[in-house]
């Protein structure tokens, strides 16, 4: 009986060190591919997190970029402004200037001379001279004698009073017209004076920068 229970004691003892073997040795394997797992999870997050930084990064530069250009375009729009008004400034100084020009005496004298001219050169018997009423009654017989002078059957208009200073000319079938008035000349060089005071600004803007 004693050896009985001395070979079912060794039996067990036997099993347990088998099981517990097994046992060791599955937990061990569990144990290495749980750190296996933590440490490939581990990776990963450090992977994810330098991708997120460079993401993050690569975000704040274009945002930085965005909002340069939008500044620079900003600063153009406002600088095209600036041109646009200070353009539009010199252009009334002209017309202001040629306001007070008109009421001289050496206005008046260019005008009869320019007007003669004018009448001599065309190539029509019967043209129609526009101009302002005031410049009619200023230039008064000296109007006549030139226009007496033109062998030519002229009619005089009253011209529009938002031109400034000089005539008109068109044949009597408006075939040919002729603007020779001041603010019309203006007019027609404002893209040379804007182009000439723009060249002006950004040369003055380069040597402030």
């Not at 402004?81 to 010199?90: A, D, I, N, R, Y």
């Not at 020009?101 to 065309?122: C, P, W």
Request: aromatic letters at 6%; glycine letters at 4%.
């Amino acid at each position: 009986m004693v050896m009985l229970e001395g070979k079912l004691e060794m039996f067990k003892k036997l099993i347990y060190d088998s099981e517990k073997d097994a046992l060791q040795k599955k937990f061990d394997e569990l144990t290495f591919r749980q750190n296996e797992k933590l440490v490939n999870y581990e990776n990963k997050l450090k992977i994810k997190s330098k991708a997120n930084i460079k993401i993050s990064i690569r975000n704040a530069e274009n945002k930085k970029n965005e909002m340069i250009l939008e500044e620079k375009q900003n600063i153009r729009q406002e600088l095209l402004q600036t041109k646009e008004e200070f353009l539009q400034t010199v252009l009334d100084d002209l017309k202001n200037k040629a306001k007070e020009y008109i009421k001289t005496d050496v206005y008046i004298n260019n005008l009869a001379k320019t007007i003669e001219i004018a009448l001599n050169q065309l190539d029509y018997n019967s043209l129609v001279l526009i101009i302002t009423d005031d410049d009619k009654k200023r230039l008064g017989n000296k109007l006549n004698e030139i226009i007496k002078n033109s062998n030519k059957e002229i009619l005089a208009e009253d011209m529009d009073t938002k031109y400034i200073g000089g005539f008109m000319i068109r044949d009597t079938d408006n075939i040919a017209n002729y603007d020779i008035t001041i603010s019309t000349k203006i007019a027609e060089n404002k893209y040379d004076i804007g182009a000439k005071l723009y060249e002006l600004i950004d040369k003055v803007g380069d040597n402030i920068g």
